[in-house]
């Protein structure tokens, strides 16, 4: 029996206690409670601080690739946006895979309509862009796991990063299919060591679609630190006519998309009714046919990615919400526990004038004390986590002021929900059966 509150936390008979006195001797009895009892005590912050701690890092973890896709959507053309044959952030595939979704044989944007929508008056840039797979071999090693992107001239102004050797190629280039390319910084120094890259000539095999080709190296990129940079960090970008003509890389699944930056002093609004007016003229589209293409603005791919990661935090909350019912499950078994311990401390108190209440607070108070400590030890593992992320990984993991409050409501929430039953069952105890008790 803990002889502290057995008359510390009630007034005598006809003296209300103020309940600033009530509070603070409460917490009082709480603590001391939960100090001698130190061992269950820390296996229930533990089922607590582990879901808390989950919470947290998924949190970082989110919100440090939002920060990297934000930073990389602020570096490339404002206002900017993309042509596509279909729009890929609302396609749907039957449930059944059955028959060919809508957007299948919708045509390839050519060569001709990227022609004409770079001599719009609204547009101030227009990149052509696709991925495609090749090797590179340089003198006798093949280099493989690169990433290849066949580009128009201007891509830089979309990517976000700048050339620490060399040139970006020009539109001349593009037209005549030159053999050129623009290595990326990091497979540069694998490939070339300490030798200087620019002019060096490389072969490059696009699978069994094209003999070997000799490219020349023109250019060293260095894009902007960010997660996605350091996953791809070995590129290599070719004119999108040479990847085309010389490699034969262009293929149903390497679908071209062109990257458009409005001209200043044009709405976006104006230079997209420009696209679409020229390009549903080119295709021979009439009034009444729905356009064969699509326009992504960069704020669809935002709310996509965004709705995105909010499915996985909320997968990841779920499955933390586990070993929060876990640690609320214990909260109940030591809170139980407690009251049967103390059933004579609670008849000596409710004798000298404890009521209901202020026995059922001071229970309550006690369960909110051990969520409160685990919401604390699961915010330090969250930190912990999250700094080893950042320190070991380039996942740049920061912890949202929000999760901090959503932790240690939530952590306080289980303390209420799984500490009023035996908080009600305290203050429902009989002091004459209580004082009886053995």
């Known amino acids: 029996m803990t002889q502290s509150g057995v008359g510390g936390a009630s007034a005598p008979k006809g003296k209300p206690a103020a309940p600033g006195h009530v509070l603070s001797e409460s917490v009082r009895v709480a603590f001391d409670a939960l100090r001698a009892n130190w061992m269950r005590t820390t296996l229930a912050v533990l089922?607590?601080?582990?879901?808390?701690?989950?919470?947290?890092?998924?949190?970082?973890?989110?919100?440090?690739?939002?920060?990297?896709?934000?930073?990389?959507?602020?570096?490339?053309?404002?206002?900017?946006?993309?042509?596509?044959?279909?729009?890929?952030?609302?396609?749907?595939?039957?449930?059944?895979?059955?028959?060919?979704p809508p957007w299948w044989d919708r045509p390839e944007i050519s060569n001709r309509e990227i022609r004409r929508v770079q001599t719009l008056p609204g547009v101030a840039e227009a990149v052509a862009r696709y991925e495609f797979g090749a090797t590179m071999r340089y003198e006798s090693d093949w280099i493989r796991g690169i990433q290849w992107v066949g580009n128009s001239s201007g891509w830089p102004t979309f990517t976000g990063g700048d050339f620490v050797a060399g040139r970006d190629f020009t539109p001349a280039e593009v037209a005549q299919a030159r053999g050129v390319v623009v290595v990326s910084e990091d497979?540069?120094?694998?490939?070339?060591?300490e030798l200087?890259?620019?002019?060096?000539?490389?072969?490059?095999?696009?699978?069994?679609?094209?003999?070997?080709?000799?490219?020349?190296?023109?250019?060293?990129?260095?894009?902007?630190?960010n997660l996605f940079g350091e996953v791809a960090g070995h590129f290599a970008v070719v004119p999108f006519t040479a990847a085309d003509k010389r490699l034969k890389a262009r293929t149903r699944w390497n679908f071209m998309m062109v990257q458009v930056a409005p001209r200043d002093g044009v709405e976006s609004s104006e230079t997209e009714d420009q696209i679409v007016?020229?390009?549903?003229?080119?295709?021979?589209?009439?009034?009444?046919?729905?356009?064969?293409?699509?326009?992504?603005?960069?704020?669809?791919?935002?709310?996509?990615f965004n709705q995105f990661t909010a499915m996985f935090f909320i997968v990841m909350v779920a499955l933390s919400s586990i070993g929060m019912l876990v640690g609320?499950?214990?909260?109940?078994?030591?809170?139980?526990?407690?009251?049967?311990?103390?059933?004579?401390?609670?008849?000596?108190?409710?004798?000298?004038?404890?009521?209901?209440?202020?026995?059922?607070?001071q229970f309550l108070i006690e369960a909110s004390l051990l969520t409160a400590a685990g919401g604390a030890a699961g915010l330090l593992?969250?930190?912990?986590?999250?700094?080893?992320?950042?320190?070991?990984?380039?996942?740049?993991?920061?912890?949202?002021?929000?999760s901090v409050f959503a932790a240690l409501s939530v952590a306080?929430?289980?303390?209420?929900?799984?500490?009023?039953?035996?908080?009600?069952?305290?203050?429902?105890?009989?002091?004459?059966?209580?004082?009886?008790y053995e």
């Open 47 to 100: 089922g607590v601080g582990i879901g808390v701690g989950v919470v947290v890092t998924v949190a970082a973890m989110v919100s440090g690739i939002r920060s990297e896709v934000m930073e990389i959507f602020e570096a490339s053309e404002p206002g900017s946006f993309t042509l596509m044959p279909f729009d890929f952030t609302n396609v749907r595939i039957s449930a059944d895979g059955s028959g060919r």
């Open 187 to 193: 497979l540069a120094e694998t490939v070339f060591g």
């Open 196 to 225: 200087d890259p620019i002019g060096k000539r490389v072969r490059v095999n696009a699978g069994r679609r094209a003999a070997n080709e000799q490219f020349t190296v023109i250019g060293v990129f260095r894009p902007i630190d």
């Open 277 to 304: 007016s020229a390009l549903r003229s080119m295709r021979g589209l009439g009034p009444a046919d729905e356009n064969n293409f699509a326009i992504i603005r960069s704020e669809q791919i935002i709310d996509l």
């Open 328 to 361: 609320g499950i214990g909260v109940v078994g030591i809170m139980l526990i407690s009251v049967t311990e103390r059933t004579r401390e609670i008849g000596i108190r409710k004798a000298i004038g404890a009521t209901r209440r202020e026995i059922k607070s």
């Open 381 to 402: 593992v969250g930190w912990g986590a999250s700094e080893l992320l950042a320190t070991l990984t380039p996942l740049p993991a920061r912890i949202p002021i929000w």
């Open 412 to 436: 306080a929430l289980t303390g209420i929900l799984f500490g009023l039953l035996p908080a009600l069952r305290a203050s429902r105890l009989d002091p004459v059966d209580a004082l009886r």
